[in-house]
């Protein structure tokens, strides 16, 4: 567990090999409560979710890679969401991908996470990024030093934009506020195809750049 000593939040990486997912659980330390973030479907093999003070889940966004663990928590605590994701989700449970995800698509997920009102956890504020693009409702969540991208942002990728509700404007956009942040921010992506599981965003700004040139 990596100690952030900008905060007393840690973070823990989860790298599952379905789907080359990168999940999250942030802590307060303080205080014990944590947000599990794009829960696998796996969870349990790595860890026991029975002995987490968990706050709520929050999913970055709503494709069915990041929300296949969310019914191992949908009893227990809240499921979390940006309010720009709920009209997705009904796209994506009347599509035909609802025949291969039933089963892990949750029942509910409350589309109620906006930047302006953001998210807490114990005493310690995490600022949430409105990211559109790979999804309207993407979210990056964010405190000093650290930087949960979702599928906004790879170490050496973007997201891809050719999905239902995907916008290659917007997330230029969205890539363009999260090269506003602070260099030595370590970036924490939604997943990790083959090359490191997070970076300081300094290393990756200049791809970015390269990126936002040529899209
Ligand atoms: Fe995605």
Same mark, same amino acid.
């Given at each position: 567990m990596k100690r952030d000593f900008?905060?007393?939040l840690d973070i823990r990486q989860i790298a599952t090999p379905s789907f080359a997912l990168l999940s999250y659980i942030v802590t307060d330390s303080e205080s014990g409560e944590c947000f599990v973030?794009?829960?696998p479907a796996d969870i349990r093999s790595h860890v026991d979710i029975g002995e987490l003070n968990i706050k709520a889940v929050i999913n970055t966004h709503i494709h069915p890679d990041h929300t296949m663990g969310n019914h191992l928590f949908s009893a227990r605590v809240p499921i979390l969401a940006h309010t720009d994701e709920g009209g997705l989700f009904q796209r994506i449970v009347n599509s035909s991908l609802a025949a291969v995800f039933t089963?892990?698509?949750p029942p509910k997920i409350s589309f109620s996470i906006t930047e302006e009102e953001g998210l807490e956890l114990g005493s310690t504020p995490i600022g949430v990024i409105h990211t559109p693009g790979h999804s309207p409702g993407s979210i990056c969540l964010s405190?000093?030093?650290n930087l949960i991208t979702g599928d906004t942002v790879f170490i050496g990728g973007i997201g891809r934009t050719d999905l239902p509700g995907g916008n290659t404007e917007a997330i230029k956009k969205s890539i363009e506020r999260i090269l506003t942040?602070?260099?030595d %921010? %370590?970036?924490w992506p939604g997943h990790s195809y083959?090359?490191?599981h997070h970076a300081a965003l300094q290393e990756i700004s200049p791809?970015?750049?390269q990126i936002l040139e040529s899209i």
């Open positions: 900008h905060s007393v973030i794009d829960p089963a892990c698509v405190w000093p030093g942040f602070p260099g %921010t %370590t970036v083959g090359g490191k791809f970015l750049k």
